[in-house]
């Protein structure tokens, strides 16, 4: 069963997802944290967390990306999506930012997530979803010509591979897939709007804003820009402080 499903502005989920975070780690006393996919770019300074944090590991399949961290950190370098990846150390936290979308094998990712969750373990994952237009683009076009796409629109020199595999809204079909590998859902917000895309063509921007404006009074989770899911193991889920959900709540639903 899924606690809470919401829809807000996609500026909201940039602006919050760091404070809902870091409000979660302090608050519930999460300490033991893996951030998957951040490269040479963790999420949190060491200091920002000294107060909570046991272990926070950083996970990354690229060596020379995590090499670029600084040294403080636990570095791992990983395929997450490996039958291999070991899931021996378990964690309170694992959490990804624009991550999701360059997995290849979605079911594959999330499965290993869930072997190396703590049993009152948490998952939170953002990011982008189709249907939204500019990534049905990216999906479908040569990376030649995607590169190119990007660079125009957004002035990004370089961008990894897409593959939005399980990058979906808050559809019954979504929310099955996680619930059939062990999860509960709790949370799941839907973020509608991707403006910045189509700030050199004012007539697709303003085309963009209405819709906009139009799903947010109607919510459709297929026209989703992007996602944030909370997530935990079934059989614990009813252990998980109901807390969580406010704060999810507080910072990306009802902050202006």
């Known amino acids: 069963m899924v606690l809470f499903i919401g829809y807000s502005p996609e500026d909201r989920a ?16 999460l300490r033991t944290i893996c951030e998957i996919g951040c490269g040479a770019n963790p999420e949190f ?22 090499a670029k961290a600084p040294d403080e950190y636990i570095k ?27 997995v290849a094998d979605g079911k594959a990712f999330h499965t ?11 998952a939170v994952h953002f990011f982008p979803t189709l249907f939204n237009v500019p990534f049905i683009i990216n999906k479908i076009s ?19 591979p897409a593959k939005y595999s399980w990058c979906y809204g808050a559809t019954k079909k979504q929310i099955g897939r996680f ?15 991707h403006e910045g895309y189509w700030e050199k063509i004012p007539v697709f921007r303003d085309i963009h ?25 079934k059989e614990s889920a009813e252990t998980i402080d109901s807390g969580i959900t406010d704060e999810y709540k507080k910072h990306f639903i009802n902050s202006l």
């Open 179 to 193: 619930d059939n590998l062990g999860y509960r859902v709790i949370v799941y917000g839907g973020f509608f709007g």
């Open 14 to 29: 940039w602006r919050s997802y760091h404070d809902f975070l870091k409000k979660i780690i302090l608050d519930f006393g």
């Open 209 to 233: 804003v209405a819709k906009t404006a139009f799903l947010l009074k109607h919510p459709n989770p297929h026209f989703t820009s992007y996602a944030i899911i909370v997530v935990v193991k």
């Open 76 to 102: 791992i370098v990983a395929d997450v999506t490996s039958p291999d990846l070991p899931s021996e150390h378990k964690y309170d936290l694992i959490f990804t930012k624009m991550l999701a979308e360059h």
């Open 112 to 122: 290993n997530i869930l072997h190396l969750l703590s049993p009152n373990g948490v």
């Open 45 to 66: 300074s060491y200091p920002e967390l000294e107060r909570a944090k046991d272990e926070y590991h950083l996970m990354d399949i690229s060596e020379t990306e995590l």
């Open 142 to 160: 040569p990376e030649r010509i995607s590169d190119k796409l990007l660079y125009y629109f957004s002035r990004y020199h370089h961008k990894f």
